[in-house]
Protein backbone atom coordinates (compact mmCIF):
# COMPACT_ATOMS: atom_id res chain seq x y z
CA UNK A 1 0.00 0.00 0.00
CA UNK A 2 1.28 3.34 -0.94
CA UNK A 3 1.83 5.97 1.95
CA UNK A 4 -1.27 8.29 1.03
CA UNK A 5 -3.97 4.97 1.13
CA UNK A 6 -2.55 4.01 4.80
CA UNK A 7 -3.25 7.76 5.95
CA UNK A 8 -6.20 7.55 4.26
CA UNK A 9 -7.21 4.41 6.16
CA UNK A 10 -6.29 5.96 9.33
CA UNK A 11 -8.89 8.84 8.69
CA UNK A 12 -11.70 6.34 7.61
CA UNK A 13 -10.98 4.28 10.85
CA UNK A 14 -11.03 7.38 12.81
CA UNK A 15 -14.14 8.86 11.50
CA UNK A 16 -15.58 5.49 12.07
CA UNK A 17 -14.52 4.85 15.77
CA UNK A 18 -16.21 8.43 16.33
CA UNK A 19 -19.40 7.66 14.94
CA UNK A 20 -19.31 4.86 17.31
CA UNK A 21 -19.54 6.41 20.32
CA UNK A 22 -23.19 8.09 19.37
CA UNK A 23 -23.71 4.67 17.71
CA UNK A 24 -22.73 2.77 20.96
CA UNK A 25 -24.99 5.22 23.10
CA UNK A 26 -28.00 4.78 21.15
CA UNK A 27 -27.97 0.59 21.41
CA UNK A 28 -26.99 0.46 25.04
CA UNK A 29 -30.17 3.15 25.87
CA UNK A 30 -32.76 1.42 23.11
CA UNK A 31 -32.08 -2.42 22.86
CA UNK A 32 -33.99 -4.44 24.81
CA UNK A 33 -32.56 -6.28 27.93
CA UNK A 34 -33.41 -9.60 26.43
CA UNK A 35 -34.14 -11.09 22.94
CA UNK A 36 -34.93 -14.56 21.71
CA UNK A 37 -32.50 -15.91 19.49
CA UNK A 38 -32.78 -18.53 16.98
CA UNK A 39 -29.20 -18.25 15.91
CA UNK A 40 -28.03 -18.54 19.25
CA UNK A 41 -26.30 -21.97 19.34
CA UNK A 42 -24.89 -21.44 15.79
CA UNK A 43 -23.46 -18.01 16.79
CA UNK A 44 -22.03 -19.59 19.66
CA UNK A 45 -20.62 -22.54 17.86
CA UNK A 46 -19.25 -20.37 14.42
CA UNK A 47 -17.56 -18.24 17.13
CA UNK A 48 -15.92 -20.91 18.33
CA UNK A 49 -14.95 -22.59 15.05
CA UNK A 50 -13.21 -19.28 14.36
CA UNK A 51 -11.45 -19.25 17.76
CA UNK A 52 -10.23 -22.82 17.24
CA UNK A 53 -9.24 -21.73 13.81
CA UNK A 54 -7.23 -18.61 14.74
CA UNK A 55 -5.66 -20.65 17.74
CA UNK A 56 -4.66 -23.68 14.91
CA UNK A 57 -3.14 -20.94 12.37
CA UNK A 58 -1.22 -19.05 15.36
CA UNK A 59 0.27 -22.35 17.04
CA UNK A 60 1.34 -23.13 13.06
CA UNK A 61 2.73 -20.34 12.48
CA UNK A 62 4.80 -19.65 15.99
CA UNK A 63 6.30 -23.25 15.15
CA UNK A 64 7.10 -22.68 11.52
CA UNK A 65 8.24 -18.93 12.60
CA UNK A 66 6.20 -17.50 9.69
CA UNK A 67 5.80 -14.04 8.86
CA UNK A 68 2.52 -13.49 9.81
CA UNK A 69 3.31 -14.78 13.01
CA UNK A 70 2.12 -11.23 14.88
CA UNK A 71 -0.47 -10.63 12.60
CA UNK A 72 -2.16 -13.83 14.10
CA UNK A 73 -1.12 -14.35 17.50
CA UNK A 74 -2.95 -10.55 17.78
CA UNK A 75 -6.07 -11.71 16.06
CA UNK A 76 -6.19 -14.56 18.11
CA UNK A 77 -5.61 -12.42 21.53
CA UNK A 78 -9.00 -10.04 20.17
CA UNK A 79 -10.78 -13.18 19.61
CA UNK A 80 -9.76 -14.66 22.94
CA UNK A 81 -10.64 -10.83 25.06
CA UNK A 82 -13.87 -11.66 22.95
CA UNK A 83 -14.82 -14.45 23.84
CA UNK A 84 -14.19 -13.93 27.57
CA UNK A 85 -16.58 -10.82 27.73
CA UNK A 86 -19.70 -12.55 26.20
CA UNK A 87 -18.94 -15.58 27.58
CA UNK A 88 -19.51 -13.57 31.40
CA UNK A 89 -22.05 -10.87 30.03
CA UNK A 90 -24.03 -13.64 28.26
CA UNK A 91 -24.16 -16.18 31.56
CA UNK A 92 -27.81 -16.81 32.06
CA UNK A 93 -27.18 -18.23 35.71
CA UNK A 94 -24.54 -17.80 38.98
CA UNK A 95 -23.48 -20.89 38.21
CA UNK A 96 -22.81 -20.17 34.49
CA UNK A 97 -21.78 -16.84 35.12
CA UNK A 98 -19.01 -18.49 37.89
CA UNK A 99 -17.62 -21.09 35.43
CA UNK A 100 -17.66 -17.99 32.61
CA UNK A 101 -15.38 -15.97 34.98
CA UNK A 102 -13.39 -18.89 36.05
CA UNK A 103 -12.30 -19.34 32.42
CA UNK A 104 -11.87 -16.25 31.51
CA UNK A 105 -9.03 -15.57 34.82
CA UNK A 106 -7.62 -19.12 34.54
CA UNK A 107 -7.76 -19.61 30.43
CA UNK A 108 -8.64 -17.28 28.03
CA UNK A 109 -6.89 -13.18 29.54
CA UNK A 110 -3.92 -15.47 30.07
CA UNK A 111 -3.88 -16.81 26.60
CA UNK A 112 -4.67 -13.40 25.51
CA UNK A 113 -2.31 -12.29 27.21
CA UNK A 114 0.54 -14.79 25.74
CA UNK A 115 -1.20 -13.91 22.64
CA UNK A 116 0.03 -10.02 22.83
CA UNK A 117 3.52 -10.70 23.89
CA UNK A 118 3.76 -12.86 20.85
CA UNK A 119 2.96 -10.52 18.79
CA UNK A 120 5.00 -8.00 20.25
CA UNK A 121 8.22 -9.76 20.33
CA UNK A 122 7.50 -11.40 16.07
CA UNK A 123 7.47 -7.73 15.70
CA UNK A 124 10.71 -6.37 17.19
CA UNK A 125 12.33 -9.71 15.85
CA UNK A 126 10.86 -9.01 11.88
CA UNK A 127 12.08 -5.60 12.73
CA UNK A 128 15.53 -6.80 13.53
CA UNK A 129 15.55 -8.91 10.48
CA UNK A 130 14.70 -6.34 8.02
CA UNK A 131 17.46 -4.13 9.59
CA UNK A 132 20.15 -6.90 9.43
CA UNK A 133 18.88 -7.57 5.58
CA UNK A 134 19.26 -3.59 4.70
CA UNK A 135 23.15 -3.51 6.59
CA UNK A 136 23.92 -6.63 4.79
CA UNK A 137 22.40 -5.22 1.25
CA UNK A 138 24.81 -1.90 1.92
CA UNK A 139 27.57 -3.76 2.94
CA UNK A 140 27.39 -5.64 -0.21
CA UNK A 141 26.86 -2.42 -1.93
CA UNK A 142 30.23 -0.72 -0.18
CA UNK A 143 31.92 -3.60 -0.95
CA UNK A 144 31.07 -4.01 -4.72
CA UNK A 145 32.38 -0.26 -5.01
CA UNK A 146 35.25 -0.81 -3.65
CA UNK A 147 36.02 -3.22 -5.48
CA UNK A 148 35.32 -1.57 -9.05
CA UNK A 149 31.94 -3.87 -9.62
CA UNK A 150 29.09 -2.75 -10.65
CA UNK A 151 26.55 -3.65 -8.09
CA UNK A 152 23.26 -4.93 -9.34
CA UNK A 153 20.09 -3.56 -8.56
CA UNK A 154 18.65 -4.85 -4.91
Known sequence: ???????????ILLVGAVVMVPWTVYLATTLPRQVPSWHYRGAWTGFD???????LATSVSILRRGRWMSALAASTATFLVVDAWFDVVTSPTRQDLRLALASALLVELPTALACVLVSLHAQSVSEARAVEA????LRRLLRAEREGDRPHVL
Open 134 to 137: ARTR
Open 49 to 55: VMLCLSL
Open 1 to 11: MKARAIKAAGW
